[in-house]
């Protein structure tokens, strides 16, 4: 099943976004998988913080500067 926002989320040089994947995309059904897409004409860093809603577990992925 492939999910896609109905408008590009634009970013300005320097302007930072930490959101829950369910604000992109209400209606999501909870999954344990899968992989977000980014596109970018510089450089970027991207981090994860995953886990459940009842935080039975929390874990996160560092941040990594992608060039």
């Known amino acids: 099943i492939v999910h896609?926002?109905?408008?590009p989320l634009v970013l300005q040089p320097g302007e930072r976004r930490?959101?829950?994947i369910q604000d992109y995309?209400?209606?999501l059904d909870p999954?344990?998988?899968g992989?977000?897409?980014?596109?970018s004409n510089i450089?970027?860093?991207?981090?994860?913080l995953?886990?459940?809603t009842d935080?039975?577990?929390?874990?996160?992925?560092p941040a990594i500067p992608i060039h």
Do not use: C, H, K
Not at 4 to 7: D, L, Q
């Open 4 to 7: 896609r926002t109905e408008t």
């Open 18 to 20: 930490s959101q829950m």
């Open 25 to 27: 995309f209400p209606g």
């Open 31 to 33: 999954t344990m998988g």
């Open 35 to 39: 992989w977000i897409e980014v596109q």
């Open 43 to 48: 450089g970027l860093t991207g981090y994860e």
């Open 50 to 52: 995953f886990g459940d």
């Open 55 to 61: 935080f039975t577990f929390i874990s996160a992925v």
